[in-house]
């Protein structure tokens, strides 16, 4: 039997007034086929359903928190989320999007078995509204799929930030006191927690892309 006491991944979900995606978003999660893994939501003061929706999922799956707090950004929950963390990595998935079913085994993959600091992938850009349609973000460029570092490959990392299309080795952002700028709103906190990453010159990257190149994550736009 897996033991979720000590999960592998943290899933970091920050969450303010999206009742409307939120239970797609929280469902890809169910069904992902890697089962180790905690779910940390950040409800920043929703005052839509988001936090009734939130329940829902406690109450049938212990993998699933929630922490509550006063409206302060997504930057100040994600930094809560960070400490509430216990897993061996940390993913990140927005809110308004939803991973593929083999995100997090793919991604925990690539970083374990290549003593990885971070593991990123490629994502899809998704639409709703008019019509339901994605494009494909190709993060990953062919021949780039392995391992690597900034120094190695400085392009890879001016790139989309797409943190949610990762995971991080916890106690490598921990020993490098990587953080989120505490800015009001959600005003690009993830551009500044990306820059943190590369200017550590972390010692190994996964630029995993599965078998050929896999989406891990699709990003409402």
Not at 17 to 30: A, F, H, P, T
Not at 40 to 50: A, F, H, K, L, V
Not at 108 to 124: E, G, H, I, Q, R
């Amino acid at each position: 039997m897996t033991d979720f006491t000590t999960p592998k991944i943290s899933v970091l979900v920050p969450i303010y007034n999206v009742d409307q995606y939120l239970k797609e978003c929280l469902d890809s999660l169910i069904s992902q086929t890697f089962t180790n893994f905690e779910v940390i939501c950040i409800n920043d003061g929703s005052t839509d359903n988001s936090r009734q929706i939130i329940q829902e999922y406690i109450d049938i799956d212990k993998r699933f928190k929630v922490i509550d707090k006063p409206n302060s950004g997504y930057g100040a929950s994600m930094n809560q989320g960070l400490k509430a963390a216990t897993g061996e990595y940390i993913a990140i998935l927005e809110s308004d999007d939803f991973f593929q079913p083999t995100a997090l085994q793919d991604l925990y993959f690539a970083a374990s078995t290549n003593n990885a600091d971070v593991a990123k992938a490629d994502f899809c850009l998704y639409w709703s509204i008019p019509t339901k349609r994605s494009e494909r973000f190709n993060w990953v460029r062919d021949g780039e799929a392995g391992v690597t570092t900034p120094l190695k490959s400085v392009q890879v990392f001016y790139r989309k930030p797409s943190i949610w299309s990762a995971i991080y080795n916890r106690a490598f952002l921990e020993e490098n006191q990587i953080s989120f700028l505490e800015t009001p709103g959600a005003s690009y906190q993830d551009a500044g927690f990306n820059f943190k990453e590369i200017k550590t010159d972390c010692g190994k990257t996964a630029c995993r892309s599965g078998v050929g190149k896999f989406p891990a994550c699709y990003s409402r736009n």
